[in-house]
């Protein structure tokens, strides 16, 4: 079995779908809450449920029957201000996950993030020399404790102590896709202005503040959530594969072209209406993101990634405008 931590979450739950559509056993590992946060989960057979406080002792009497873990489970929100909560949950949870995965020879695949970027300013490369991470600089405590992790990883395999049998940290940018509707203020753009440009109303975007960049123009590596789980689909099939990679559509994108995508795709003329970006963003606001995929493509991974376009009208034709839109 395959136990997916943050498994009815927004990329863990397309996992698990994934996942049991080849007809694996899945296992989850999640708060659910009172929300809708289950309906994420509703239409695929889930062999088990665990509570992360709960993982340590389910762990340690399934040692024999989990064949990999998938850790997708953390606090990611950016804006999110306690400190440690965020250690607790995104550093020393997943260095339990590392530790147990490494003494029982189990395979490793955990979402890092491209937060660890920061502004940018060092560049996009998924280099996994220790140098180059340490010269990162996030933005928030959400990007520095992926951050952390990462580099705790590379320094474990650097100074040969055991690790799991196969280890990937995978480097998301910005995903957007079905089962994301828990996420409230962190859910796409796409998905809160839907119900806006299918209506024929105007969607609102920051003003640029920065003279080169033209109002909606800011520009996102946006990535299909269908493409992030075909990447995990793939490593779980090729198990000799390790290391920490970009995972984004290696194209930068503007927030005017996703919204125009949007508009096309619910069949309505764009109408874009730009409004100052709040003060206390701006400091941290990133202008520009772009992946750069030549680690994945050099590892093998050869599948192309879903054009924004296509992306957003799939999202939208599937998902968005049906009476249920979880996938």
Excluded at 1 to 27: C, D, H, K, P, Y
Excluded at 101 to 109: E, I, Y
Excluded at 172 to 191: L, Q, T
Aim: charged share 20%; proline share 5%; with cysteine.
């Amino acid at each position: 079995m395959t136990i997916i931590t943050g498994g009815a979450g927004f990329i863990g739950s397309n996992i698990a779908a994934t996942l049991a559509e080849r007809g694996e056993e899945v296992v989850v590992c999640d708060h659910l809450g009172s929300g809708d946060k289950w309906r994420n989960l509703a239409k695929h057979l889930i062999s088990g449920f665990v509570a992360p406080a709960d993982l340590p002792a389910w762990l340690a009497t399934h040692a024999g029957s989990v064949k990999a873990v998938v850790h997708m489970g953390a606090i990611s929100s950016t804006t999110e201000s306690d400190a440690d909560l965020i250690v607790d949950t995104n550093i020393k949870f997943s260095t339990l996950i590392w530790d147990w995965c490494a003494a029982h020879d189990v395979p490793l695949v955990y979402a890092s993030s491209a937060a660890t970027y920061g502004n940018g300013a060092h560049g996009f490369g998924d280099d996994n020399d220790p140098a180059a991470l340490a010269a990162l600089r996030p933005l928030n405590a959400y990007g520095w404790s992926k951050l952390a992790f990462d580099r705790f990883v590379v320094d474990q395999v650097r100074r040969g102590r055991r690790h799991p049998p196969q280890w990937a940290g995978l480097k998301f940018f910005n995903v957007y896709g079905p089962n994301e509707y828990h996420k409230g203020e962190m859910m796409s753009v796409v998905a809160k202005n839907h119900a806006i440009a299918a209506a024929g109303g105007s969607v609102r975007l920051f003003k640029s503040h920065r003279p080169d960049y033209a109002d909606g123009g800011q520009l996102r590596d946006f990535v299909y959530v269908r493409d992030c789980v075909d990447v995990i689909a793939w490593l779980l099939d090729n198990r000799e594969v390790n290391g920490i990679f970009n995972v984004g559509s290696g194209e930068a994108r503007s927030f005017a072209d996703l919204m125009t995508a949007l508009y096309h795709a619910v069949g309505q003329p764009p109408a874009i209406d730009y409004i100052d970006m709040p003060h206390h963003l701006r400091a941290k606001y990133q202008y520009f993101t772009q992946s750069e995929m030549g680690r994945l493509r050099n590892a093998g991974y050869g599948a192309p990634m879903t054009t924004l376009e296509d992306g957003v009208t799939h999202y939208v034709r599937h998902f968005l405008s049906q009476p249920d839109p979880y996938r």
